[in-house]
């Protein structure tokens, strides 16, 4: 993958190809300006500026390049996108204007994955140049996050297990200055029993552990972020049929995100005292799986009977949540590729978003639509909190009817949060099964610059 760092550059009127931005609307009076040879040329083409039309229009001994946009006027993450996917190597600038937020789809469309494969089809870098020095900097940062998640879901289980879950936060750790302890073996079945329990069938490179990485003065406000690192879920001994199985290297998506998140927070400098809480588990099945019907002990003291072994997600971060909780934080939010049923409600490009308070998801949800990572609320309605009795413990990990699954497991993390404090939980699905423009099929960051312009937003930014 090409160097992210260089794909942006200031404009200091070097040569460049031009980018002309037109939409369908505008074309006719558009293309008047232009030569009979040229508009010939966009005719062959078939380009009428529709959305994510390219075209390369010859122009004496050089040629410029057109895209098809929604709104000139109004750009998105994404008009862009297509152009940079497509167009051969070299140095560009947009014509009449500057390209505002579509400098991040710029650059995630040229995110490859190439850890085992080389991709020989892929063209040079593709640089943008912008007057917009200072948005340089911030457009780098957010979209190396994003890709970050990326990479990290994309990576298969045995390469991305909890060990390298905890070298990708041991990075933050030296990269920011931050402090953090891993909690493993008995000392993690003591504090942590769920996911210790959730964990112990791993093999011994797969051991389960929870890293707590700590950033930023202990004056300033408490924020809390976890994510769920399930590395690989096989659904324990209720076991997944192989179609359920397949995309289980997924189910560490929480985490990646809750670690970018952590990552762009420090690297904004944003006045706060970051806790990063992280369990990383593998759900696997051996002699000493957790069972159904087995009753856990948990670090808040609820012991949970188990119901479904594959409602595994929610076991560590109930123990994860407790602990970003005895901080007393002014937020949590987590991230966790928890439920089926958030994606048969919501598909697979909006994250749910579940909150206790109002003015929360009003501001991740605002925050979202203007940075283009919308996510949807769903409620956590008290008349389902009693889907989750049990009748031996005090509460079960699973309901036992098909209604309202990603609420209901809302509810049960719910049970691990501090009373009082504000909390966002986002069921994200962190996979992308068809390819848009800059967001290529595979691993997906669905929250994450929604939570990240909500926080500086809220505390506000250098």
């Known amino acids: 993958m090409n160097d992210i760092k260089d794909l942006i550059q200031p404009d200091r009127d070097q040569n460049a190809v031009p980018i002309h931005l037109v939409n369908e609307d505008g074309f006719a009076d558009w293309s008047k300006s232009l030569t009979a040879g040229q508009r010939a040329s966009l005719e062959g083409q078939k380009f009428t500026g529709k959305g994510y039309q390219v075209a390369i229009v010859p122009d004496g001994d050089g040629w410029f390049a057109v895209g098809g946009v929604a709104d000139p006027d109004a750009l998105s993450s994404w008009c862009m996108a297509k152009l940079a996917e497509m167009l051969p190597e070299g140095t560009y600038r947009r014509a009449n204007g500057e390209p505002g937020p579509a400098m991040h789809g710029w650059l995630t469309a040229q995110y ?93 490179k797969h051991s389960p552990r929870l890293m707590h990485l700590k950033w930023g003065k202990e004056s300033d406000p408490v924020v809390a972020i976890v994510g769920k690192g399930v590395c690989f879920d096989s659904g324990g001994l209720d076991v997944k049929s192989a179609a359920g199985m397949k995309l289980m290297k997924k189910d560490m998506g929480g985490s990646a995100h809750a670690i970018a998140l952590a990552g762009l927070v420090m690297q904004a400098n944003l006045p706060v005292r970051l806790h990063l809480m992280v369990p990383a588990v593998e759900n696997a099945i051996s002699s000493n799986a957790f069972r159904p019907g087995d009753v856990l002990n948990s670090r808040k003291g609820l012991t949970v009977e188990i119901g479904n072994t594959d409602a595994e997600g929610r076991l560590i971060l109930g123990d994860a949540l407790t602990r970003a909780s005895e901080e007393n934080p002014e937020l949590i939010i987590d991230f966790a590729t928890l ?115 909500m926080l500086l937003g809220r505390y506000g930014a250098d």
């Not at 962190?430 to 939570?451: E, I, N, Q, T, V």
């Open 112 to 204: 490859r994955f190439t850890r085992y494969k080389d991709d020989e089809s892929a063209a040079g870098p593709r640089i943008l140049l912008t007057k917009q020095v200072r948005a340089i900097e911030p457009a780098i940062a957010e979209a190396a996050a994003v890709m970050q998640v990326m990479r990290m879901v994309d990576t298969p289980a045995e390469d991305m297990g909890p060990a390298a879950i905890e070298a990708e936060c041991e990075a933050l750790v030296k990269a920011h200055g931050a402090t953090m302890d891993v909690v493993k073996g008995d000392a993690l079945e003591q504090g942590y029993p769920m996911v210790h329990a959730v964990g112990r069938a791993a093999d011994r």
């Open 339 to 453: 439920t089926g049923a958030a994606r048969v409600a919501l598909g697979p490009d909006l994250p749910a978003l579940m909150t206790r308070r109002d003015e929360t998801a009003a501001d991740l949800i605002a925050a979202g639509k203007a940075n283009d990572d919308e996510p949807w609320r769903l409620p956590l309605p008290d008349a389902y909190r009693e889907y989750l009795a049990s009748d031996i413990a005090d509460t079960n990990n699973a309901h036992g009817n098909a209604y309202a699954g990603a609420s209901v497991a809302g509810l049960f993390l719910d049970k691990f949060v501090g009373d009082g404090i504000d909390w966002a939980h986002f069921d994200t699905f962190g996979w992308r099964p068809f390819p848009k423009p800059g967001r290529p099929k595979g691993g997906a960051a669905y929250g994450l610059r929604a939570s990240y312009h």
